[in-house]
């Protein structure tokens, strides 16, 4: 079963409207973290937004928040008034604790174009 | 600036030949990790090290090998290229525990002609 899974190739927005980017993971382990990165056009990686799978609370950063529903196992990155410079492909990626390696797992990305 | 370098930024090559990329995790991170990004693909994971040692390895042909040297440097070789090897490979280190994100370097974009 895939780890991460991201179900929308491409997602449209309107400028300064809200748009959320879904994710869904698979994991058996309790203690894992959820992370969120953008990659523009002209290629780097960024890291976004962090969360654990014990947070209580929403992460947030800025315009980005990170709708949690673990029972779910869900974890939507939200971006609130989006931006020309919003537009990207972005990335869902989850680490778990029990695996000794760390490794990282990411899915498959979804592109943002936000629409002036 | 994520703290990650990697060199060189772009390579030219031909099929057939080697080539070594090259990474400097963020200071203080003991893993690493090596991606592969094909036109319009996701991230392709290739091989991690932790501490100078394999850890994990992903979807890495025979023809790439990696190392991690004392210094935690690290190393990508891939040998007897083919066109299909064109792509945007990253270098990524994180530190320890579940809650650390990987920092990714700016990636070498390698093109085989």
């Known amino acids: 079963a895939q780890k991460i899974t991201q179900t929308q190739p491409g997602m449209f927005v309107q400028e300064k409207e809200a748009v959320t980017l879904d994710c869904t993971y698979d994991?058996?382990?309790?203690?894992?973290?959820l992370f969120w990165y953008k990659q523009p056009s002209s290629g780097e990686m960024i890291f976004l937004i962090y969360?654990?799978?014990?947070?209580?609370q929403n992460a947030t950063e800025g315009r980005y928040s990170l709708n949690f529903q673990k029972a779910r196992k869900s974890a939507n990155l939200v971006i609130s008034a989006s931006q020309l410079g919003d537009s990207a492909m972005y990335f869902c990626?989850?680490?778990?604790?029990?695996?000794?390696?760390?490794?990282?797992?990411f899915g498959t990305g979804t592109s943002l174009t936000v629409i002036p | 600036d994520s703290g990650v370098t990697q060199t060189p930024k772009h390579l030219i090559t031909a099929t057939g030949q080697r080539v070594t990329l090259r990474c400097s995790p963020r200071?203080?991170?003991?893993?690493v990790y090596w991606y592969q990004q094909s036109l319009d693909q996701g991230l392709q994971f290739l091989i991690q090290y932790y501490n100078g040692e394999e850890r994990a390895k992903g979807n890495i042909l025979e023809r790439f090998s990696a190392q991690q040297f004392p210094d935690l440097h690290s190393e990508l070789n891939l040998s007897s290229l083919e066109l299909g090897d064109s792509a945007l490979y990253f270098c990524?280190?994180?530190?320890?525990?579940?809650?650390?994100?990987?920092?990714f370097g700016d990636g070498t974009r390698l093109s085989i002609l």
């Open positions: 990626a989850m680490r778990e604790g029990r695996n000794t390696g760390n490794q990282f797992y």
């Open positions: 969360q654990g799978s014990y947070d209580q």
């Open positions: 990524a280190s994180s530190a320890t525990g579940y809650n650390q994100p990987q920092h």
């Open positions: 200071s203080g991170d003991l893993s």
């Open positions: 994991t058996s382990d309790p203690s894992y973290g």
